[in-house]
């Protein structure tokens, strides 16, 4: 059924046609309107016009043989009637519809014919059309003028078929006029009317393009001025969503961050201690173990496993610190606080090798700490679950935003991986409140992983770490 309605749909003659304009389609439809009335008018004016001549051909014919008929009458009681009958057939000299001859009889079978108005050139084509067959009406003549001949009445219809000819062309010109005359009005009208939807259809590929400052001149008719006021009213409220969204963005990185300060301060200030009293203990006891003899062996084994463990834990969470509140200051700059990131690693890793190539452009304390942040997830997932090595990292301008690549050589991701972990979840999240796309995969050319960022650069991001850094000093 759906597509019986489609094909009904693309066979409609006044439906719009692919890449066809709006006034297009009106002016077609009003086209296809003008010619089907003009060949509607041709046809009833074709059949007026050979009514017309039938029924003045047929009047003039029966009128001429009413007379004739009538006057031959009379005629038999002349003393010249041969001269009466020539007589007859001069009364009908110049008339346009009705051609009267007299024949005599063989062996002279002499013809007397009246002469027919000359009628004006007209094509011959149009006369086949209108003119009905030719009809002759033979009158005998009555008894006693027999021996004369007779009277032939012939219908002549040019002169008629000359008319309708002045008539069609009058009608034909004046349908023409008519019909070039509202064409043109329409097209001034539908120009005029329809002027604004260009430029609403270029504001709406701007605003689909993520330019919310883009508004239109709200004329033409009523129902296009409505729809243009509503277009800027749509698109001031668009743009006071994107601009809201971004200050929520923007809190909610700083409440991320503060969440990851107070984290990292409660780790120092409250299990790092506790681990130092233990580490003490440990020792203690371990001293007391080495002054007394008597102690048994088993015991100092349990102090050093409790050393052990401290150590342990101890470097865990630094390194748990060091991951919430990195050491590194953005201050001195992105490709400083990357290559000092890349640095820690690599005292941790001395077989993997790195690879850095960032850009000395600063993009502003908020986008500059998100990129920080997605090279240090980058490069602690491949070390975590790739065993790679050598890892990239490139930071780059890419047009209106920046790019940032991360690919290890390491042994790739498993398919599940790449939507259940919470790193790369996290990342995800992160990128996309900023307008940003992430890609993560297995590299095609090798193995491995890549992890390519586009970000925004938005001039906005320098101005709320100015308002924000003013905040703070107050």
């Known amino acids: 059924m759906s597509r019986l309605i489609e094909q009904m749909r693309h066979a409609n003659p006044f439906g719009p046609r692919q890449s066809e304009s709006l006034s297009a389609t009106i002016i077609r439809n009003i086209s296809i309107v003008l010619v089907l009335s003009l060949v509607l008018s041709g046809l009833i004016t074709y059949w007026q016009a050979a009514n017309k001549v039938e029924t003045e051909v047929s009047a003039a014919l029966s009128i001429a043989e009413r007379t004739v008929r009538k006057v031959v009458q009379e005629i038999a009681h002349d003393d010249d009637p041969r001269m009466q009958l020539v007589r007859l057939v001069r009364v009908f000299d110049g008339n346009r519809h009705v051609k009267a001859t007299f024949v005599e009889p063989e062996p002279i079978g002499a013809r007397i014919s009246s002469f027919v108005a000359p009628a004006e050139e007209l094509p011959e084509w149009f006369y086949s059309l209108i003119a009905r067959p030719p009809e002759v009406i033979r009158i005998p003549l009555p008894e006693g003028l027999t021996t004369y001949g007779m009277i032939e009445l012939e219908a002549e219809q040019r002169g008629e078929v000359g008319e309708v000819w002045d008539d069609f062309l009058l009608k034909l010109a004046i349908l023409f006029g008519f019909c070039a005359l509202v064409s043109i009005l329409i097209y001034i009208t539908l120009r005029r009317a329809l002027e604004p939807l260009p430029k609403l259809s270029a504001a709406f590929e701007q605003l689909g393009g993520g330019d919310y400052g883009v508004r239109v001149a709200e004329g033409g008719p009523t129902e296009l001025a409505k729809l243009c006021a509503g277009f800027n009213e749509m698109a001031g409220r668009l743009g006071h969503m994107e601009r809201r969204n971004q200050q929520l963005n923007d809190q909610l990185a700083t409440v991320q961050e503060e969440e990851r300060a107070d984290l990292a301060r409660d780790l120092h200030d409250e299990v790092s201690p506790f681990l130092f009293a233990v580490d003490v203990d440990a020792s203690s006891i371990r001293q007391m173990v080495e002054n007394d003899q008597t102690a048994p062996d088993a015991l100092t084994a349990r102090v050093e496993s409790i050393r052990d463990a401290v150590t342990h834990m101890k470097k865990h969470v630094k390194s748990i610190l060091g991951r919430l509140r990195p050491a590194v ?89 790449l939507s259940s972990g919470f790193g790369l979840i996290a990342m995800r999240e992160r990128v996309t409140a900023l307008g940003g796309t992430v890609e993560v995969g297995n590299r095609d050319d090798r193995a491995g992983v890549i992890v390519d960022v586009r970000l925004p650069i938005r001039e906005s991001f320098a101005a709320l770490d100015g308002s924000a850094d003013t905040r703070e000093s107050t």
């Open 329 to 417: 200051h953005l201050e001195l700059g992105l490709a400083n606080a990357i290559e000092t990131l890349v640095a820690s690693w690599q005292l941790r890793n001395p077989d993997v090798a790195f690879n850095v190539d960032v850009t000395d452009r600063s993009y502003g304390q908020k986008l500059d700490a998100v990129i920080h942040g997605i090279v240090r997830e980058a490069i602690s997932n491949a070390l975590k679950h790739g065993a790679p090595t050598e890892i990239d990292v490139a930071v780059h301008d890419a047009k209106e935003n920046v790019s940032v690549l991360v690919r290890d050589d390491g042994g790739g991701l498993k398919p599940a991986s």
